[in-house]
Structures are given as structure tokens and as C-alpha cells.
């Protein structure tokens, strides 16, 4: 399935910013292309600089890499849920409120990577499952409605934001 397909009652207008990012991809190539996009980027940091961030409040390298995370497993998450049939309407969730409480500082930059590396390997495995008709499965997510081949495109646009957000405000990774 092509992102060209998407239509967009199969997702919250909240959403369209990350599916913006995809380009007309089909959702494996664009799982594929995300992960190298970012990855491209987070190989050349150097340990010391992951705790730069670009303005006062904003998240440092590494806490910004632990919510592209913890947003990959939670919206893996929905797209099991709607794909398996579950019709309960999903919450959402406040991304500041994980941030505050994953303490990075004591971990391994590398080690965070290799973590990214392996949430994605499990949300492809994850997509792979699935078959044509639970890709269009619709459900509820953050009181909206959301396909479980949407939520592909959103993790994946999800990255791609990312990605270009450490490329135009992080700088050269150093």
C-alpha cells in the first residue's frame, strides 16, 4: 500500500503534519527510509554532544531520540490494538510528561540507538503481519479516527520530522 492511497478519514487532521513528511512511498519503504534518515544523522553524534540542546527548554539530542522511541512503541502499540479488531478508543498521550521522567543522562547514546534500531525492527515485524484487510482497519486513537496502515505512515513521518529537526536545528552531528 501507497501512502497515495491514504484517505484522510483515516486519520486525526493533528496527524497530516507527519504523514506531510512521507513522500509517495509505499508504508515498508517508508518504514525503511525513516529509520536510515535518522540513523544517517544519530551514527555521527559523538557521546558528548547528545546532551546538546538547540535553545533553553527545548530536549537535548538523547531525550529527543528516547521520544522517537517511546512514540514508535506507543503508536506500534495502536496499530496492534486496531489491527487485531479492538474497537476501544485509544487515549492519547503527553509526550513532556515520558520526557520528564526518562532519565538519559546515565545511558549510552550507542546503546539508545541500537534501541531505536530494534523498535523498528519490531514495528516492521509488527506491519509485515498484517495483512491488506487489517492495514485499513479503522479504529479510535486520541479522539480520532485512525487506520492501522495511517499509524504506519505516521510512525514513519514521525522520524522523517525528527530527522530533519536534527539536521536544520541540532547542527552537524559532531
Known amino acids: 500500500m501507497r501512502i497515495t492511497e491514504l484517505k484522510s478519514n483515516e486519520y486525526h487532521k493533528y496527524y497530516a503534519n507527519y504523514i506531510g513528511y512521507v513522500d509517495d512511498l509505499s508504508l515498508r519503504s517508508a518504514l525503511d527510509e525513516s529509520e536510515a534518515q535518522l540513523l544517517e544523522y544519530l551514527t555521527h553524534v559523538s557521546e558528548e554532544h547528545t546532551n546538546y540542546a538547540y535553545a533553553p527548554g527545548k530536549w537535548t539530542i538523547a531525550q529527543s531520540l528516547q521520544h522517537i522511541i517511546d512514540t514508535e512503541r506507543i503508536f506500534s502499540y495502536r496499530a496492534l490494538r486496531i489491527g487485531r479488531g479492538d474497537v476501544t478508543p485509544l487515549p492519547g498521550f503527553e509526550q513532556n510528561d515520558y520526557a520528564a521522567v526518562a532519565n538519559v543522562s546515565d545511558r549510552r547514546f550507542r546503546d539508545m540507538i541500537d534501541e531505536f534500531r530494534t523498535v523498528r525492527a519490531a514495528t516492521k515485524a509488527l506491519f509485515n503481519s498484517f495483512t491488506e484487510e487489517d ?3 479503522l479504529g479510535t486513537m486520541s479522539g480520532g ?24 536545528k541540532y547542527g552537524k552531528a559532531e
Open 135 to 137: 492495514l485499513i482497519r
Open 145 to 168: 479516527p485512525a487506520s492501522v496502515r495511517a499509524l504506519g505512515f505516521i510512525i514513519s513521518g514521525h522520524v522523517y520530522h525528527h530527522a530533519k529537526l536534527y539536521r536544520e
